[in-house]
């Protein structure tokens, strides 16, 4: 079954001690996103990816670090997380279609995960 | 990121009513999607739009995209407890905040 997977599902943490969200897809697709959803804000991308070590800032970047080693995975890092990034996240992943300058493709999304940091 | 503003923010409507919710962008767009986010759920693709004045149905529900590129509405016939949810366009890289879509049976 083609799908995007997040884990963990559920975290509640305290600030400051570091933590990955980790997401995978098993559809080969090139491009993968970084989201998070806010009352009254919709989906704001943190970051985005469009291949292996190809990676770049979303609309949110600040206090968040992704890494794309392999194609499948792209993991959320919050180095020293604060209360203000306490939200739900998701991620995405689409096809590329290539010289579009984007995602074009219709994206498909994770369950997502819900952060509250302390 | 591509700016959209999306309105209504909020929509609460009578069973078997119609609505509209709009999409507005100050730039032109080369496309625009359309997702819907179920309470509790991950946003869903439910269409995408190319060309200038197109107009595409799914069941009751009605996507065009303005003549100008600049502009994008889902227009919702005979609105059903089913249609609950936030219902978002994307052009390119961002999301619009959203409609939220509340149904009084």
């Known amino acids: 079954e083609a799908q995007v997977t997040q884990n963990p599902r559920y975290l509640i943490t305290v600030t400051g001690k570091k933590l990955t969200v980790t997401c995978s897809q098993n559809m080969n697709h090139e491009y993968m996103s970084w989201y998070r959803q806010d009352p009254g804000l919709g989906l704001r991308q943190i970051y985005y990816s469009m291949n292996v070590e190809v990676t770049d800032k979303g609309d949110v970047p600040e206090g968040y670090k992704v890494s794309r080693k392999e194609k499948r995975n792209f993991p959320l890092i919050l180095e020293s997380p604060s209360p203000n990034q306490t939200s739900l996240y998701f991620c995405a992943s689409s096809p590329l279609i290539p010289r579009t300058g984007g995602s074009n493709q219709p994206q498909h999304f994770g369950d997502g995960t819900r952060l509250s940091i302390l | 990121g591509q700016q959209v503003m999306q309105i209504p923010q909020y929509q609460h409507v009578q069973e078997g009513e119609d609505f509209t919710t709009y999409c507005n962008s100050s730039t032109t767009l080369s496309n625009i999607q359309w997702y819907k986010q179920r309470p509790g759920g991950h946003p869903v693709f439910l269409i995408q739009?190319?060309?200038?004045?197109e107009v595409k149905k799914q069941k009751r529900l009605t996507f065009q995209f303005g003549e100008a590129k600049k502009n994008s509405s889902l227009h919702i016939t005979a609105t059903q407890t089913t249609d609950v949810g936030t219902y978002f366009c994307?052009?390119?890289?961002?999301f619009g905040a959203g409609t939220t879509v509340t149904v009084r049976a």
């Open positions: 739009l190319v060309k200038s004045g």
């Open positions: 994307k052009p390119k890289l961002s």
